[in-house]
């Protein structure tokens, strides 16, 4: 079945220090694939999507680009701030993969130290 | 401000009880969802509905039941019958009959059981 791997957390990182996040995704075909963002004691938020290989998602200084050839869908951003701290999850989409919702990994809690 | 609401915030509920979370949603989504997170599992998904009156099962449905009388409304009700209630559970919508488009989560509840 489908599967989403990103990297272990807690991720520490100074402010403005740059970042990356992997994702790693296992499926057939060609899903669709989501970073979303949840901050303390909230639901999550999309943070960027792409739909299809080759695609860059961005938003808020947030990047990642659909990487079919390496099943990756990798979070970067240049220079974060404190108020970036939160849980980030990737997620993907598949059509006739199974029950007809997103499929998350485990989530990286991020934790920008001023 | 269209959106989705979930309450209660905090739920608690004593073993053996049924208990009912609910989810409205006015952004005139037909899809919505049900997740359960769990600490470092990320999310899960429960039930989905596609139409009013019509829902399907996700991948840990045993223990949960829903309803969709109305576009609006998909409350989620956890029975006696789950083993391991305690969890924070999200509520989302879509607009298309799938998600890929945006999912928009709402704030979620949280259930403990005492």
């Known amino acids: 079945g489908d599967s989403v791997t990103q990297m272990e957390g807690p991720v520490t990182l100074s402010e403005e220090a740059f970042l990356t996040i992997n994702c790693t995704y296992t499926a057939t075909g060609y899903p669709s694939l989501f970073w979303y963002v949840q901050y303390p004691g909230e639901g999550l938020q999309l943070l960027l999507k792409?739909?299809?290989?080759?695609d860059k998602g961005s938003n808020k200084g947030f990047e990642a680009t659909y990487r079919k050839e390496t099943t990756s869908f990798h979070l970067e951003k240049g220079s974060v701030q404190v108020s970036d701290s939160a849980v980030y999850f990737c997620a993907l989409y598949h059509s006739g993969g199974g029950a007809d919702g997103l499929t998350f990994g485990k989530g990286t809690h991020l934790i920008i130290q001023p | 401000d269209g959106g989705i609401t979930q309450s209660p915030k905090y739920l608690f509920r004593k073993e053996g009880q049924n208990v009912t979370l609910s989810c409205e949603q006015n952004l005139n989504h037909d899809a919505m969802y049900w997740y359960r997170q769990d600490p470092g599992q990320g999310l899960r998904l429960i039930y989905y509905s596609q139409i009013v009156n019509d829902f399907q099962k996700g991948d840990i449905a045993e223990g949960y039941s829903v309803s969709r009388e109305k576009k609006e409304s998909f409350p989620l009700t956890v029975t006696s019958a789950q083993k391991n209630p305690t969890a924070f559970y999200l509520c989302?919508?879509?607009?298309?009959?799938?998600?890929?488009?945006?999912?928009?989560f709402g704030p979620g509840t949280r259930l403990t059981v005492l």
């Open positions: 989302a919508s879509t607009g298309l009959a799938g998600p890929t488009d945006t999912q928009y």
């Open positions: 792409a739909t299809k290989a080759d």
